[in-house]
């Protein structure tokens, strides 16, 4: 249908205005380009803290309390082996550390540093009979508290659940795992990817020492391989909403800041966590002691993500059905691997249900 | 009121984006499940890493002609460091720890914290 002669300078004004705001936005998206690639990265991790251990690959710190009055029982959190710490704290307001502060907590985080040429002979036995016990033991004398909860992140779950099943004298207070794998079969793609007929794990640890990061990274881009590039559209039409652009730039750091991992450890990960799946089995023997998960009997709360593209459901599963705690609990959330604890979506949701639980458990 | 389509086209363009990212990554987690990408994939990698080792022992075997060390001896130097950083490190703690004991008792100050006292908001009166 063809415009009456009234309508035809009213349509083409109309044109004209949208071209003009398009090109402002394309201009503005240019500017804010710029500003993008020429600005330095945000900080990240800045709640005030002390370094209160550090052993080669293990840092222990201390977060400064932020309330007037704290629980009686502090945190000891594990973080996952293959990534920073400061996703837990990523910036003020947006922090799962400064919320636990703020709630009244007393937080300590195991956090890891790249592991040094000397260090590719860590073990499993190294991170659970040596560290864990010992940063433990210092958060005893360094809080005058004997109780205290165990809180691990992926594989910082994996190492805490090891950790408990082989000291079941010493149970934690609590034990709270988020995402932690227990069926390793399920986590297909790894599985499948590390097959034993075609993966030379021996050759890959003689050969590089400590595992690269790149290769650890390349593992996990490779389970979505178009959500880089989608991710970067989306950070294009969202380049003039500064919030979007320091949140996208904070965990884009964190991803792309991944660990090398420890040498013998990831053969172990391969060999007796891939390959034999022996924790799912009860048949990880750690320093000549079974881990077996059902000497764990602490309160134990373990959260997982419904669109957990590293750690599926099936995976993390097997936590609380083979536990031997009488007081046990799984919540599933939305959200995935990494926005299940940091982000907007773990403030809606995982930060005040742990809080709930926690509180309560704290005293 | 049942809402018609949107007319957005951002919206509309973010969906597209959206459906696009699954697609691929379905396909690819699809594709890379099978049997033919784990062992090409490996092969690959494998090759690669008999190619380091090659040319790590051949570099080692002429290095050592030149009578230079190698890298292998370069890592084991710094371990060696390291392991005397370490022990150094625990011998000045040790020293430092009696000196820092004393100080205290005589008063420098210590971090205060906060009472171990909070309990859970359904508990409070």
């Known amino acids: 249908m063809s415009a009456t002669l009234g309508e035809a300078p009213k349509l083409q004004s109309s044109i004209a205005e949208q071209v003009q705001s398009e090109i402002e936005r394309a201009i503005r998206r240019n500017i804010k380009g710029l500003e993008y690639v020429a600005s330095p990265a945000p900080a990240v991790g800045m709640t005030p803290k002390d370094v209160i251990y550090k052993r080669g690959t293990l840092n222990l710190y201390h977060y400064l309390p932020m309330a007037d009055e704290i629980y009686r029982v502090p945190i000891l959190i594990v973080m996952a082996t293959s990534n920073r710490g400061y996703i837990l704290d990523l910036a003020p307001g947006q922090s799962f550390v400064e919320f636990l502060l703020r709630s009244g907590y007393d937080v300590y985080l195991i956090d890891w540093s790249p592991p040094s040429p000397d260090e590719r002979r860590l073990r499993f036995e190294d991170y659970t009979l040596d560290f864990i016990p010992e940063c433990v033991r210092r958060v005893r004398k360094d809080s005058g508290v004997k109780d205290l909860t165990l809180m691990g992140y992926c594989m910082g779950g994996v190492l805490s659940v090891i950790y408990v099943a082989l000291h079941p004298k010493t149970q934690p207070k609590n034990l709270v795992c988020f995402t932690t794998p227990i069926d390793f079969r399920a986590m297909e793609l790894f599985a499948k990817w590390s097959d034993r007929r075609y993966f030379e794990v021996d050759r890959l640890v003689d050969t590089t020492g400590n595992v690269p990061a790149e290769l650890i990274f390349t593992g996990f881009e490779m389970l979505r391989p178009a959500s880089r590039l989608a991710g970067q559209v989306t950070l294009w039409e969202n380049l003039g909403n500064d919030e979007f652009v320091k949140s996208y730039r904070m965990f884009e750091r964190w991803s792309n800041d991944t660990l090398p991992l420890a040498g013998e450890y990831f053969r172990q990960t391969v060999k007796d966590l891939l390959w034999e799946n022996s924790l799912y089995k009860g048949e990880l023997t750690i320093g000549g002691k079974r881990a077996d998960l059902r000497n764990i009997t602490a309160p134990i709360l373990h959260v997982v993500a419904e669109h957990d593209h590293i750690v599926p459901h099936a995976a993390a599963r097997p936590l609380i059905e083979q536990v031997g705690s009488a007081e046990k609990e799984e919540i599933m959330l939305k959200g995935g691997h990494i926005s299940l604890v940091a982000g907007a979506n773990a403030q809606r949701r995982l930060w005040p249900r742990l809080d709930a639980w926690l509180g309560v458990r704290s005293i | ?125």
Do not use: C, H
């Open chain 2, 1 to 125: 009121m049942a809402e018609g389509p949107s007319k957005d086209p951002s919206a509309a363009w973010r969906e597209l984006v959206s459906q696009w990212e699954k697609n691929i990554n379905a396909l690819a987690n699809q594709n890379m499940a099978s049997d033919e990408f784990s062992s090409g994939s490996n092969q690959a990698m494998n090759l690669a890493l008999r190619i380091q080792q090659g040319m790590a022992s051949g570099m080692a075997t002429y290095l050592a002609t030149l009578n230079l060390p190698s890298r292998a001896d370069i890592t084991a130097l710094g371990e060696r460091l390291q392991a005397m950083e370490a022990y150094l490190s625990r011998i000045a703690v040790a020293l430092e720890e009696p000196a820092r004991g004393k100080s205290r008792t005589r008063g420098a100050p210590k971090r205060s914290r906060p009472p171990r006292t909070k309990q859970p908001p359904a508990r409070l009166p």
